[in-house]
């Protein structure tokens, strides 16, 4: 079975700071997809950035960067230059190509930006 | 690109109400939506997998005749909620894709339902 593990359940950043959001999987296909997804206050989910199973290098989005350490099965989000906007619960989710296109969340992280 | 609607965001009713929450893709056609229940500081429960044309797939524990779900065209998908007990109460949010497992689901903003 497949499990996401997000094992941060709230973490604290200094203004401009970057900070790391922790994420690891558990999957026995090879073929198969990461995901990060903030989610603000107001609720609605945000796709931030993708990184495939297969692909060579690290995905980046902007500020937004994707470490993927396949070996160790982890795909930890880092947040450069962090801002206040920045405060939300952020997901990290999988799908695998046996499931289509459905995804598994983990429990997510509440990151909050100190001014 | 890649905008879902979902409607309406909150709704408020009494206890036996049946509540239809609509999800629409409004620039892609979406082959598969997703609906999800998420409990206050909890992750996201996929309750069930919504293809075009054929009957919705769901979740162990959820049940089918609670949540009654129709995906009659490529851009719009439903939910019911029937008969809603206060139990029901939650956070409901639809998802759309329109391609395979590397392309992301975009979600609507989410429907709050308070049953009282």
């Known amino acids: 079975a497949q499990k996401i593990t997000q094992t941060q359940p709230g973490m604290f950043v200094q203004e401009k700071e970057a900070v790391t959001l922790d994420c690891t999987y558990d999957?026995?296909?090879?073929?198969?997809?990461l995901f990060w997804y903030k989610q603000p206050s107001s609720g609605e989910m945000i796709f931030l950035i993708y990184q495939g199973s297969y692909d060579q290098q690290n995905a980046t989005e902007g500020r937004y960067s994707l470490n993927f350490q396949k070996a160790r099965k982890s795909a930890n989000l880092v947040i450069s230059a962090s801002q206040l906007g920045d405060s939300a619960m952020y997901f990290c989710?999988?799908?695998?190509?046996?499931?289509?296109?459905?995804?598994?969340f983990g429990g997510g992280t509440r990151l909050m930006v100190k001014p | 690109g890649a905008v879902v609607s979902q409607h309406p965001s909150r709704v408020i009713c009494k206890s036996g109400t049946s509540v239809k929450i609509e999800c629409r893709s409004l620039d892609f056609q979406a082959t598969t939506m997703f609906w999800y229940r998420q409990f206050p500081k909890q992750s996201l429960m996929l309750m069930a997998t919504?293809?075009?044309?054929?009957?919705?797939?769901?979740e162990q524990g959820v049940e089918k005749d609670k949540f009654l779900i129709n995906h009659a065209s490529l851009t719009l998908s439903t939910l019911t909620v029937t008969s809603a007990h206060p139990e029901d109460s939650s956070f409901y949010i639809c998802?759309?894709?329109?391609?395979?497992?590397?392309?992301?689901?975009?979600f609507g903003d989410g429907t709050r339902l308070s049953i009282l």
């Open positions: 919504s293809n075009e044309g054929s009957k919705a797939t769901y």
């Open positions: 998802s759309a894709t329109s391609g395979t497992s590397n392309q992301p689901q975009h």
């Open positions: 989710a999988m799908s695998y190509q046996g499931a289509g296109n459905m995804l598994t």
């Open positions: 999957t026995s296909d090879p073929s198969y997809g």
